[in-house]
């Protein structure tokens, strides 16, 4: 439609985007003057950040769901709204549990945004020009976090913890208005009442936080713990019983025959692997960067900073490169580049200098610069619009998941690899050093496996018609 300000929607977008992203990574630096105040230790004030990670993948599933109920603008404003309650709720928080309680809220608002966004953009834009939209708003997934540490620092030492929430509150607001200014377009969306599958979306439930929570605290106790085996037990429990009542629900919360398009497949093979390999890796960074090569916090964040400044200022041109010659090829090109930084970053060690960690991190910007666009367009570009919501709720979970299995999986391999050479009379030193060698190792061999679903993906980005829904260009 002529009169659709696709500009302001995308500017309404990357603002949520930017919110959620903020306070993914503003809060850490935060958590001992929290715990002081709270009078509570280190591994108890930690579940301020282990609560919002559990509850952010609650309402993804429900995405789709909540689009034929309510519809797009009723949800995203409803996410934005239920995200900044929380924040408020958080700032005013007097003890330990109620600011839990408040970061579950925050998280049930945030989790629900980017699939919701990425919908919203599939369903504005067309397909043309969407894979350089998706790098526009990518960008927002990189500002919020980059900048939420140094924020987080300042707002924390000059007016107290409470403001890291606080900040968000006035952008919420702001978002908010904005929505009902440019998403109005939105309401003439038509509204499906669906019924709801209890049981079905409490085994989901039940298994991403279980997944989530068992990779989390293996960290601690040990993968093989029987507190964990448990966990991560129940868990694969709860999927198989999902995949169970999924297929029999002629409404389910997630469309398992997505998975019968090899190109939507593919796309998601790509995302689960990337998202295991980059996960895992950027949980092994501190501890080279620090642990090994001696780094302090301030330095080490600035030296991935080239990293954020290449991903940043490709994205857009790998997603407009996309819209133009297909995702297939600047994928694989991206792919091949991070299996490289993964190599690179093995050959790190005391010697090295800050011109190889810059290097290093310069590659590997290139690479998720060259990959993240390219690959969320051709996702959405491989269902018909009446499947995008659920493919963009299917593409965010994936990402969830392989990110989770990625740091298990690295710290059972680097924790196994220490152990080795500790028991071969190497020193601890030289035992850690060849450990992280070997788990990037591990993250380059990941990616190059993932080279083989990137081959599949399709050569150009083309939307399936669907005679249920169409494009709102249409």
């Given amino acids: 439609m002529r009169d659709t300000n696709r500009t302001g929607i995308l500017i309404v977008v990357i603002m949520g985007t930017i919110m959620a992203g903020i306070d993914s990574s503003i809060v850490n630096i935060s958590l001992p003057v929290m715990s002081k105040q709270f009078n509570c230790t280190l591994a108890e004030i930690e579940w301020v950040i282990t609560v919002y990670m559990l509850s952010f993948s609650v309402l993804m599933p429900l995405t789709n769901w909540l689009k034929n109920r309510i519809g797009f603008?009723?949800?995203?404003?409803?996410?934005?709204s239920l995200f900044t309650l929380g924040s408020l709720l958080c700032a005013l928080s007097t003890s330990l549990d109620s600011l839990l309680v408040a970061r579950v809220i925050q998280a049930?608002?945030?989790?629900?945004?980017?699939?919701?966004?990425?919908?919203?953009?599939?369903?504005?834009?067309?397909?043309?020009?969407?894979?350089?939209v998706l790098g526009w708003w990518g960008l927002g997934n990189l500002v919020g976090p980059a900048i939420g540490p140094t924020l987080g620092g300042i707002l924390t030492e000059k007016?107290?913890?409470?403001?890291?929430?606080?900040i968000n509150i006035p952008i919420g607001i702001i978002t908010v208005i904005m929505a009902y200014q440019y998403l109005g377009i939105l309401r003439k969306q038509p509204k499906i009442k669906?019924?709801?599958?209890?049981?079905?979306?409490?085994?989901?439930?039940i298994f991403l936080v279980g997944l989530q929570y068992g990779v989390a605290r293996a960290e601690v106790v040990g993968i093989t713990s029987?507190?964990?085996?448990?966990?991560?037990?129940?868990?694969?429990?709860?999927?198989?019983?999902?995949?169970?009542?999924?297929?029999?629900k002629q409404n389910p919360i997630i469309d398992l025959d997505l998975f019968k398009n090899y190109a939507f497949v593919s796309c998601i093979l790509v995302t689960v692997s990337r998202a295991a390999a980059l996960f895992g890796g950027l949980f092994l960074m501190p501890f080279l960067l620090q642990e090994?090569?001696?780094?302090?916090?301030?330095?080490s964040g600035l030296l991935i900073l080239p990293n954020s400044v290449f991903m940043a200022g490709l994205m857009p041109f790998a997603g407009r490169w996309s819209d133009k010659h297909g995702s297939r090829e600047i994928s694989i090109i991206g792919i091949i580049l991070l299996a490289v930084s993964m190599y690179l970053f093995s050959l790190l060690s005391m010697g090295s200098t800050m011109t190889d960690v810059i290097i290093t991190m310069t590659v590997r910007g290139i690479g998720?610069?060259?990959?993240?666009?390219?690959?969320n367009s051709a996702t959405l570009s491989a269902v018909r619009p009446s499947e995008v919501t659920m493919a963009s709720s299917i593409s965010t979970l994936m990402q969830q998941v392989g990110g989770a299995i990625g740091i298990a999986v690295l710290a059972i391999v680097t924790q196994a690899a220490f152990n080795k050479h500790v028991l071969e009379g190497y020193s601890s030193?030289?035992?850690?050093?060849?450990?992280l060698k070997e788990g990037f190792h591990i993250s380059m061999i990941i990616l190059l496996v993932t080279l083989i679903p990137a081959w599949f993906m399709p050569r150009r980005n083309v939307v399936l018609k669907d005679v249920k829904e169409q494009h709102i260009d249409t």
Wanted: hydrophobic content about 55%; charged content about 10%.
């Fill in 73 to 80: 603008f009723n949800l995203y404003i409803g996410a934005i």
């Fill in 108 to 132: 049930l608002g945030g989790g629900a945004m980017a699939p919701t966004s990425m919908a919203i953009i599939s369903y504005v834009f067309p397909a043309r020009v969407r894979g350089m």
């Fill in 159 to 166: 007016f107290g913890w409470p403001s890291i929430f606080y």
């Fill in 194 to 205: 669906l019924p709801f599958d209890l049981i079905g979306f409490t085994a989901l439930t």
């Fill in 226 to 248: 029987p507190e964990i085996l448990a966990v991560l037990g129940t868990a694969v429990l709860s999927l198989v019983v999902f995949i169970v009542i999924d297929k029999r």
């Fill in 292 to 299: 090994q090569m001696g780094y302090s916090e301030s330095v």
């Fill in 368 to 375: 998720m610069g060259c990959l993240l666009a390219p690959l």
């Fill in 429 to 435: 030193l030289e035992s850690h050093q060849q450990a």
